[in-house]
């Protein structure tokens, strides 16, 4: 297997994936308004995920249709995601693992599974994951992800990577270090220990621990009171805190004037108008 396999064509950005990429990928998609929710949706693989998964989500992402403001991402069935289908390591679930000889192909690759969470983070959006049961690995780093994490009482954290030798490498490792520290990250990844709901929460890891049967009803409510927000305003607020912690307090004082000044232009700046 060479690098030279990661090259694949790359589908149009302006048309969302249709069913069929879809449920290839193990993902279902349901736009109601302006919130969409994404299911992980192989639940007989307790939502194990594949590279096309990775795509499919990157695909949703360069797709959203424009007036959504609320991502919700849950997993059907038992689990939120067992992470990697491990079936892609003895050559099965659609893998091509690059094999790092052309580092810059490699790189490529895993950037582009990578953008399947990225998109989770932008401004105009408010992601929430709507987690229940096991969260492995990249599910884990799905949860992270996202900007709110609302979990079951039935929840199961793990970042399994290292010990199945490989690194946590799908966006994970900062949300994770800036939620619970270098050294809880470390410990959390470098034993692979499992994480119960209680520690979630008590760690940062979870906004809201819930009983599993009342997981939707709190996601629900709380894409209700987000949708309850000024649009601007709020793209605005979570542009300035994803900036805060790489910000000095003088960079923090001039991106908060800033986006003030853009707030004021449009209530003022309408008014005059
Ligand atoms: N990849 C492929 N298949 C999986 C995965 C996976 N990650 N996880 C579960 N499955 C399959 C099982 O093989 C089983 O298939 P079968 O019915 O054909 O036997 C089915 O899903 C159900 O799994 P069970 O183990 O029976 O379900 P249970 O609820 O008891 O346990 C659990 C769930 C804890 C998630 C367990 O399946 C497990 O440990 N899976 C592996 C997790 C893992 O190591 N993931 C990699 C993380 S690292 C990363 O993501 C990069």
Redesign the pocket.
Known sequence: MTDARVEEPRPDPATGPGEAELAEAGLRLDVDGAIATVTLNRP???N??TFATWRGLARIGESLPEGVRVVVVRGEG??FS??????MFSGG?GSAFPDGSDAAASDRFIAELQAGYTWLRRPEIVSIAAVH??A????F?LALACDIRVIADDT?F?M??PA?G?V?D?TGTKPLVEIVGVNRALELCLTARTVLADEAARLGLAEHVVPRETLDTTVAEIAAAVLAVNPGAAAATKRLLLAAPGNTLDEQCAAERHEQIGRLREFFGAAKA
């Open positions: 007989e693989r307790r194990a995920m038992p689990s067992a992470g990697i289908d491990l079936g679930a049961g096991h492995i690995g990249g599910g780093q199961r793990c399994k990577e199945l490989l946590p799908l």
